[in-house]
């Protein structure tokens, strides 16, 4: 079992920044796969970032690409997301969720989910 516990969103004006933050405990190993997606009123959730620990990689949606940065700190099992020079288009509830591998932005591939975190960023 493996739960997550986001925290760091709020409200921001464009251009802003915010650092989300997803906490993981388990009674196991860490999860392999850990990622952050989002999900707008009317909107599909959407793979944001992700990062594989069998593997060393990282993954960046193209529409975050260059303004979004995942990292972790292994001692505190944390997991952030860094977001900088927010749009308007980045309001959305922000998910932490793992897995154990598989596509990075598919979201079947989680078995565990935060209760998310509200981005919103408007002038």
């Known amino acids: 079992q493996v739960q997550l516990v986001e925290s760091g969103g709020g409200s921001v004006q464009p251009g802003g920044s915010l650092k989300l933050s997803c906490a993981a405990s388990?009674?196991?190993?860490?999860?392999?796969?850990v990622g952050w997606f989002r999900q707008a009123p009317g909107k599909e959730r959407e793979g944001v970032a992700a990062?594989?620990?069998?593997?060393?990689?990282?993954y960046c949606a193209d529409s975050v690409k260059g303004r979004f940065t995942i990292s972790q700190d292994n001692a505190k099992n944390t997991v952030y997301l860094q977001m900088n020079s927010l749009k308007p288009e980045d309001t959305a509830m922000y998910y932490c969720a793992a897995g154990s591998g598989g596509l990075w932005n598919w979201h079947l591939n989680y078995h565990y989910w935060g209760q998310g975190t509200q981005v919103t960023v408007s002038s």
């Open positions: 388990t009674d196991s190993s860490s999860p392999n796969l």
């Open positions: 990062l594989r620990n069998d593997l060393g990689t990282t």
